[in-house]
C-alpha cells in the first residue's frame, strides 16, 4: 500500500482554496496540505465561526481529497524571530499591529497556541510550521560569540514554545518543526540540541524535508535514521547543489532563479535528492504519513511542475516487503 | 625569487610583540602582519605618539622581520554592523563607548580614516580589514526579503566606506577586505558588488584568504582570476571540509573544533586548499606581496603549527619560468 | 528485435508454479527460468516420470511462457562445499541424507549428472547454478594460507565437475556458474583459475549477474569483455553500495535487509548497476540468450517489484545498429 | 509552451525525404532541420529550379512537419580545410571536380553563398554548418607552432568566411557553427577567438551541440552561459565518456563504435549530457528555436533510438516560471 | 608533546630481538611492540623464569627503547576459530599439539591467561591480539544461514573469553582486539555486538588498525569516534585500494603483493589512510598511547620502509591546541 | 637499490652541455640523457669525428654523471611527417634542406639510421624518440576516414622504420619511442597496433612516459602493464588536468602556460602523475633502467624546478621487498 501524496498548498496562496482543489486533482494528488495563510485555512475564522471547519471539510471531500496536516510556518517564524520589515509582509495584521518586536512575538505565540485549537477542530493531528530564532543571524561565529548568547537562544526557543506545545499537548496535536535555514533547528545537531531543551517533549518533532539539508551536505537518510521517533510529516521537496567554482553556497544575495546561485530549489525528481533512498528509510522506520509535495522551482511553470512531481513521487514511494528472501530458498 | 613569508599577529595578540618577534624570527618568518589590536599597533598612540612608528620599525628590524600591511579586522567589523554584546569583546573602550549602535559606527568609521593614516605614517600601503555588513543577518532568504533591503544593504556599505575611502586615497594607502562570511562582501558575486556600489574605485581590493573560500564550495584560484587587478594583499589560511552525512556546512551553532562541525579551519597544509594552485595564479596575476599566514588550527598547538606552516608555504612557492620551452627545441 | 526477459523463479519458491505463471504473465514476462525446487522443475520426477517435462512444457506454453534454463543452484553448491547445518535447510532429503559431508558431496554430483539429464529432456540448452567451494571460507588470507591450500581447493573444484561436465557434455548441455561470493568463482581472476583447472572445457561458463560484481567494486561490463564466448546466461539483478564511513563492505554479519549492511540487493533499475553500459557488452558479443530478472529487494513489495523490474528491462533493452553513420554522409 | 522538437536528417540521408516525413512523423516528430545531401535539400535545384522550395514546404506541411534551419555541413567543411580524399566521398562532384585544394575552397566558398540564398527563398532564418580549418591538423603544439601558424589560420578562416556572411546578412539568413572538432571552433576558447577575428559580425553564431563538448571536458552549460547571444540553433546529441584506464580520449584511430575508444557517441538520453540543465540554461538565455535531435549511436537500431529520443526530449523540456515563489507566502 | 613511536615485532619475527632492536634505534623508534613469538617475548619463559622479564627490560633499556604492549595474535586466533591445518604453521607446538580442535581451543585459552600474567609481570598495561571466530567462515550469507548460528559464534566467543578476562581483570591489564577480518570482530557492527555479548567489561577495548577498514570503506576516524572509550592501542599501518574495474576487493584467493589484487597493504604513508584525520581523532578523544607502526608492504624493502614510515608518523603527529583562539581576538 | 637518477637535456639545449652539466651535479641528478641537438650530442660529428664521443664520455665521468641514453626525437619526427614550417625550426640544415617532404623523410630516415651507429659508438643501448605519423592529422574522424587511410598510415610508418630498425638491429641498440600526441603512437592501443605492423620486432618499444598519458585519461600504470617487455626507458614528467567546465582538453589552440588551457606539464610532482603507483609498476616488470627527468613546467623556475624534481624522484623511488610477510608470521 503505498502512502497519500499530498499538496502542500503555501506557494499556492494566491489561488483561492476552491481553484486550487480542482487543480490539485487534476494533477493527481489524493489531498491536500492547508497553509495558514490565504484563505487555505484561516486560524482565527475556525475559531471564531463553528460551520468553517465543516464547510473546509466538505469542500475536500467533493473534490475526494484528504487532509492530513495544516501548516503555520508565517506565523510561527514570529515567534522567537526579532520582528522586522520582513515579517510584515508575511503576518496578518492583527498579529503584526505596530510591529513592536516583543508584542509580536507575544501575538504569535498565542496564535499558535490557537492552531493547535483549530487542528483539533478540523481533526488533523499535525501542525507543520516554523519556530523563528534569536540566533540564526549570528549562525557564523564571527564576531566571537559567546556559548552564553547561543545558550539564551536556545532558552528563548524553549520558554517562547512551551506554553504553546502545552495546549499541543492538550489537544493531542503535534507540532512539526520543518528543519529549515532561519530556525531554531537547521540542521541535525542543532535539532538535536532544539529536542534537548524541550527535555524531549513529544509534542514536538519534525516535518522532513530533504531540500533544506542536501545544499548543507547533509544526508537526509542521516536525518531520518536520527531521529526515528519524531518525523511527524514529510515534504517531498527536491534542491540542486550548482557549484561550480564561482557560485558560493551561501549565495551571495542573490534570489532564488538566479544562475549565480550555489544551490537553488528545484522541481521534485530533477534536482540531486534521492528519493529512492528517502522512501527506504521512511520505510524503515514505519513512517505511515502522506507524502507531501511543496513544490518551488523558479526555473519551472508551476502547474507542469506539480503534475510531473505528482507523478514522481507515486513512482518511486513502494511498500516494503513482507517476504524474508532466503526463506525461499528453502525447501517447502 | 620567492615571495616573502608573513605572520599576521592576529591570533597571537595575547602575546607582547616583543615576544612574538621572537618566536615569529626562531619560526622561520619573513617579517610581520601587525594586528591594530593589543599592543601590536595601536592606531592611537601612533596617531598621538610621534615615536610610536619609529619604535615599532625599529623593532622589527632588529628582529631582521619585515612590515608589509597592518590588519584593522575589529574596528573594521564595526562600521556597517548593527553593534551588540559581541562588538564589545573585541572593540577598545574608546570606540565601543556606551555601545548605542549608531554612535559606534561614526566612531568606527573616523578611526579607519586615523588608520589608514597611521598605516601612512608607518610606512606600510595596505591596510587590511573587515568591513561589517547590515545584510549579513539576512544571507538565507527568508522570511522573503525585497531587494530593496538588500540594496539598502550595500548603500550603507557605500555611504559608510567612502569617507574613509577618500582618506585612505588622500595618504596613497589601499585598504584590502578580507572577503569572509559577516562582511559586506562573503563570495564571489558580493564582492562584485561591492566594487560595483564603490564605482570601483581603487582605494578597495581585497585580502585574498582562500580559507573562506572553500568551505562555501568556491575555488579560490576562480576568486583571484576573477580580480585580477583587485588582490591587494594574499593571507596563506587553511581549513577542512568534514561533512560526513550528520554535519552540515552551516555547523550547527558549534564552536571551532568541534568534530562535528561541517568544516573548520586548519594549520596550512593540513586541510584542503590547494596552495600549489594558488601560486601559480598569483604568479599569473603578478601578485608581489608577501605571502601572510593567518594561523588557526583549533586542534594544534599553535607553535608547532606556525612554524611548519611557515615551512610549508616556503616550499610551496616559486618563481614563475622565465624561459619559454618550445624555444628550448629550436636550433641555438 | 529485443531479448526475451524471463523470471528466475527462485525466490519464489514457496507458490506453487501454476500461481507463478499467471503472475509472471500478469507482471509481463516473457518466460521463466525454472529453479529446480519448490515443485518447479523437480529433478527426480523429471527421469522417473516420463510425462513430467512434457507436462511442464505444456504448462508454459499455455501461458505463453518460455523456457530457456533451468537452474539448480542449491544442489550445485553442495558438490565443493564441506556440508553444515546450513545445507539441511535447501537441499533435498534424498540429498542431504545423514548429512555426512563426503556422502552429500558424491549425492550431489550425481543429482547434478542427472540435472543435465533433465535439461536434455525438458529441452534446454542451459543449466545455471552454483559450484560450491573448499576455499572459499578462507577467503581471507589469514591466518597465512599455504599456496598448496589453494591449488587444493580448486583441483577438488575440477575432481568433483568433470564427471558432471561430462554428462554435460554427452547431452549437449552447457552449466553456467552464476559467479557468487562461496563459489569456487567470485570475481575475475578467480573465474579465470576457474576455466583454467578446466582445460578451458566448453561445457562449462558462467551466468553473469552484476549484482554479485558490483559491491566487490568490478565492473560487470569488464566480466563480460574478459570472457566473451563464456557467456551462457544472464541475470537481470541489482545491487547497491550503501557505505557511509560505518558499514562495511563485510556488513558485519546482518541480514540482508538491515540498513546497517554496507550494501544490499535491490529491485531492478533502483541499484547501482548500469544496466545501460550492460546491454551494450552483451550486444558487443553478440549475446544472443534471454535477461533474466533474479528478483531479490528485502525492502519492497516482491510482486510490486517484478512488475516494475519487467519493464525497466524491456526499455532498457535495444537492438544494436545496422547502419554504418559515416555513410550516412556520403553521397548517394 | 514547450519547444518544437526536430529531427537533423543527416544521418538519414541514404533515406529519400518522403520516406523520412514518414518515419519523422511516426517517430513523433514536430519538424525536420533538412541536410544540403542526398534528396534533402539541393541548393543548386533550389536556386535554378523555382519551384523546387515550394514543393518541399508542401511535402513537409503534408505532414504536418515544421521547418526552422538548413544544414550545410558538408561544403561548409570545404571552405577552410585543405582538402584531401576525404572530402571526394562527402561533396557533390560540381563542387569537388579535380579536387584541387584552392580550387574547391572557391568553390565551397559560392555554394556557401547560395546555400544563404537558398535559405531565404524556402523560408528558414537559419544554416547550421561547418566552417572547416586549416589549423586543425596542428591542435596538438608539437612540433612546436610559432604564434603565426595560428594567427594565419584564424586570419585564413576570416578571408574565406566575411564575403559569404556578407551574402547572409543580404539575405537576413544566421550562419549557426556546430562547434566541433576539425572545425575552427571547437571548444569555448578556441569559439570565442572565432568571433573576434570576424569583430563579432552578427551573422556568425554558433549551433550548440553538448555532445562534441563534453568529451572534451567542458560544460556544455558554460558554453551556453559564454555565449548567451549567439545561440542561433541547438542539437540535442549525447555521447558518452568511456574512459576506464586503458581507452584514452583521443580514441587511437578506432571508429565510432569500438569499445576501445574512450568516448562515443549516445543516443539522446542514453549518455553523459545532463540534458535538465541545458534545458535551464537555454530557458535562462531566453532560446526560442526549436530542439532538434542529431540522432548518432553506432550500437542502437536507428530507428528505435529516434523514437525513444524524441520522447526524451519532449519529457526533459518545460516552460520557464511566470510566478515569484516568494510572493506566495505574502499575504493576498 | 608528540606521542611515542614504536615498531611492532610482528613482521621481524625472523630476526633475533637483540638485532631487531639495533636495527628499529637506527630506524629512529622509541620503542617497540613486542610479538609474543620468535624469540621476541616467550611467555612461558616468562612466567617459568623469574629473571627473563628482566633481562628483557634490560635490553630494551640499553638501546633506550621503550615498551608499552605485547601482543598476542596468534595464540589468540586459536582461542575461537575451528583449528586446521593453517594454524600448525603459526602455533608454538605446545599449544597445536595433536590438532585437535577443541584441545587446541582450550590451551590457547590457558596460554592468553598466562599472556596476562606475563604482561604484568613485565610491567606493561596491553596485551594486543586476535580472537578467532566460529562464524567468520559464513561471513557471506549463502547458503542462508539462520540467526542462530551467528548468535552461536558470538555465545562461543563470550564463552571463551570470559574466563581469559577475568585473569586480565586480576592482573589490571587489557586486552586490545585488533579488528581484522577473520575475527570476531572486524568492522564497526560486528565490534560493537561483540562488547555487547561481553557486557561492555573494561578488560576487552580495541587496538585500532586502520589498515584493516579502509578496504571495507569503513572510515577510520569513524570507528574512533563510535568507541572513544576502547581505544586501548594505536597500530599505523596503511593499504591501498586498487580496484580498476578488474580487480575485486575480495581479491581472488590470490596473495598479498600480486597486482590483481584490489587492495594490499602499503608502506604507512604510502597507501591511502588520511593519518592527519586520524591524528585529530585520536586526540579528540585524548588517546594517550604510542604510534605503534605495523609494517607490511609487499612491494618494499622493509628496512627502508620502517625507516621513512617512523619518519612520517613523526611529521605527522602533533600535540593539541591549548589556547581558544576566540580569544585571541578580545581586548587584553 | 634505487635507480638512477638522470636528466634528459632536451629542455636545456639552449645551454652549452659543459655548462649544463655542472647544474645537473649541483641539481643531485646522477646522469643525463643527451638531446641529439645543440652540442649536446652531434650524430654527424660522433660519425666522422673519432674523438668525439670519446671526449662527451670523459666530460660526464669528470663530472661523475651516468649516461644510459640518447635522444633524437626531433629527427625522429621528421621521419614519417608531412614536412612543414614547423620542421624547419626543429630541424638541423643538412636534415631540412629545401622542404621538400618526401627528401626530407628520407634524410631523416638516414639520420636515424646514423643515430644507431653513434650510439653504438658511445656505448648505450637506447635511443629515445619519435617517429612522426602520416595520420595524427587525422585524428578526429570528421570527414569521415576510410579504414584504408589508417592502414596506409601505419603501413607508411612500418616502411620507414623497418629499414631504421634494421641497422638498430645491427648495432645492438634499441629504439624506444615516446609514446605522445603527433607520434603513430599516442595511446595503448595505437601502440599496440604499431607494434602490430613492425611484427613486435624486438629493437622497437617505448620510452614511457606518464605525462602524455593522463591527460588523455589513460592510467600510466596500466601502460607499463600492457607492456611489460617493451619498456626500454623511463620519463618521470608530470602534468596537470584543468578541466573546470569552460577550459577544454583539446586546449583551444593555446600555448602551454596559457591557464585557460584544460592540461598543462608540471613540475614533477606538482601535477596529477601518482609517481608511487608508477615505481610499484615498473618494480613489477622489472624495469632496470634509469628514471630520467624531463623536466617542463611553464610556470616555474627551471633551476628551482629540477632541483626539487630530482629530489623528489628520489624519494619516491624504493627497492621491492625481498621478504614474504606471511613468512613472519611462522615458527621460526
Keep these: 500500500m503505498a502512502r497519500p501524496v499530498t499538496l502542500f498548498t503555501g506557494q499556492w496562496a494566491d489561488l483561492p482554496i476552491e481553484v486550487l482543489c480542482k487543480k490539485a486533482v487534476e494533477f493527481g494528488f489524493d489531498g491536500l496540505e492547508l497553509a495558514c495563510w490565504g484563505d487555505h485555512f484561516e486560524v482565527d475564522k475556525a475559531l471564531s465561526d463553528d460551520s468553517y471547519c465543516a464547510k473546509k471539510r466538505d469542500l475536500l471531500e467533493r473534490h475526494d481529497l484528504k487532509l492530513y496536516a495544516i501548516s503555520a510556518h508565517l506565523v510561527g517564524q514570529a515567534v522567537c524571530d526579532r520582528i522586522d520589515a520582513r515579517h510584515k509582509a508575511i503576518l496578518p495584521d492583527y498579529i503584526y499591529g505596530d510591529g513592536d518586536s516583543d508584542a509580536v512575538n507575544q501575538r504569535a505565540i498565542e496564535e499558535m497556541k490557537n492552531t493547535a485549537r483549530a487542528a483539533q477542530k478540523i481533526g488533523v493531528e499535525v501542525v507543520n510550521g516554523f519556530t523563528g530564532s534569536r540566533i540564526w543571524p549570528v549562525v557564523y561565529d564571527f564576531p566571537p560569540i559567546p556559548q552564553e548568547m547561543y545558550d539564551e537562544g536556545y532558552k528563548n526557543f524553549a520558554d517562547s514554545w512551551n506554553p504553546i506545545l502545552d495546549v499541543f499537548q492538550e489537544c493531542g496535536i503535534k507540532f512539526a518543526l520543518e528543519v529549515h535555514p532561519g530556525e531554531i533547528a537547521f540542521d541535525i545537531y542543532s535539532a538535536e540540541k532544539a529536542l534537548q531543551v524541550l ?15 542536501i545544499w548543507q551536505g547533509i544526508d537526509p537518510v542521516e536525518f531520518i535514521r536520527y531521529f ?16 561550480n ?6 549565495s551571495s ?5 538566479d544562475p549565480r546561485r550555489g544551490w537553488d530549489f528545484r522541481s521534485v525528481g530533477r534536482g540531486g535528492v534521492r528519493f529512492e533512498e528517502i522512501i527506504r528509510a521512511l520505510n524503515s522506520i514505519n513512517y505511515q504519513g502522506p507524502l507531501s509535495i511543496e513544490w518551488e522551482d523558479s526555473g519551472m511553470d508551476r502547474d507542469h511542475g506539480a503534475r510531473e512531481a505528482c507523478q514522481f513521487v507515486k513512482n518511486v514511494d513502494f511498500a516494503p516487503s513482507s517476504v524474508a528472501f532466503d526463506a525461499a530458498f528453502e525447501k517447502p
Design 228 to 243: 526515528p521517533e519524531r518525523i511527524y510529516h514529510a515534504h517531498m521537496k527536491d534542491a540542486s547543489v550548482t557549484l
Design 199 to 213: 527535555d524531549n517533549r513529544e509534542e514536538f518533532g519534525f516535518n522532513f524535508d530533504p531540500s533544506h539539508l
Design 245 to 250: 567554482g564561482r557560485t558560493g553556497i551561501l
Design 253 to 257: 544575495h542573490l534570489r532564488f532563479g
